[in-house]
């Protein structure tokens, strides 16, 4: 990854590894307790959530752009949170992902290399309860990997994208002047990882921070069938996700911006 380019202070507030697999109906509610055992040092934080429906990369390019599976509904989403919940693990019957998020304390991004080295842990750790509850075999059907970054503006500049992405002419011309607000969404085929369809989303949204700070969300997520049911498959598809993401980010945004970010290669 040396050639891949690199930033000393991005502005990356969350990342998020996944993958998903078939349903484990026993998955779910007091069954994990021995993974709260487990992890309790790490993650002693627990809540529930609802769960997230199910998501597979479908035919393009018409949306909506993901292929809904109908499977039963898991009853639950538990997250296993650290003291300082900047760290995230979350579990239900069809999926697990790991989180980074910067929280209110603006914490500094640990970097994919130990992302990638705790969510394969995880991974383990998962793979080995499922053994031993006898719960059945995980078989992975998706990975994914996400950067969520927050570009500051002002209140004002909303409308303006071109403020930070490269090349992009705004509404030049409009008998209204600027737009108030802006969004956009771009969606890149990926050929060189894992089994068609894999896609590389990059969508631009107006946001508030809880102080009420007018702010873009810059995010970049990668999805598909890793081409593999196992974890080393998952694995070196994220490695691949990850070279993708990183690439688009700074292929995006404009050179101006760069140095506010640290850019070292």
């Known amino acids: 990854m040396s050639d891949l380019p690199d930033f000393s202070n991005p502005p990356v507030v969350e990342v998020a590894f996944g993958v998903q697999f078939l349903p484990l109906e026993g998955l779910h509610g007091l069954a994990l307790a021995p993974l709260r055992e487990l992890w309790r040092q790490i993650y002693p934080k627990i809540q529930e959530q609802p769960p997230l429906a199910p998501a597979i990369e479908g035919?393009?390019?018409?949306?909506?752009?993901?292929?809904?599976?109908?499977?039963?509904t898991p009853t639950i989403r538990q997250w296993f949170l650290s003291e300082d919940e900047t760290e995230l693990v979350q579990i239900q019957t069809d999926r697990l992902l790991f989180n980074w998020r910067s929280g209110d304390q603006s914490a500094t991004y640990p970097r994919y290399d130990y992302m990638r080295r705790t969510f394969a842990q995880r991974f383990a750790d998962l793979v080995q309860f499922v053994a031993d509850e006898q719960l059945g075999e995980m078989s992975v059907v998706q990975?994914?990997?996400?950067?969520?970054?927050?570009?500051?503006?002002?209140?004002?500049?909303?409308?303006?994208?071109?403020?930070?992405?490269?090349?992009?002419?705004?509404?030049?011309?409009?008998?209204?002047?600027?737009?108030?607000q802006s969004r956009l969404t771009l969606t890149f085929p990926i050929n060189d990882a894992g089994q068609p369809p894999v896609r590389l989303y990059a969508e631009v949204n107006p946001a508030q921070r809880p102080n009420g700070e007018s702010v873009l969300f810059f995010s970049l997520t990668v999805r598909g069938n890793p081409g593999g049911r196992d974890m080393d498959e998952s694995l070196k598809f994220l490695d691949a996700a990850h070279g993708h993401l990183v690439r688009s980010f700074a292929e995006l945004t404009n050179e101006s911006m760069h140095e506010s970010w640290g850019r070292r290669a």
């Open 59 to 72: 035919a393009p390019p018409l949306l909506p752009q993901l292929q809904l599976r109908m499977v039963p």
């Open 143 to 180: 990975a994914e990997l996400s950067y969520i970054n927050v570009i500051d503006v002002g209140p004002d500049d909303l409308g303006r994208m071109d403020s930070f992405l490269r090349g992009w002419p705004g509404a030049i011309g409009h008998h209204l002047g600027e737009p108030e």
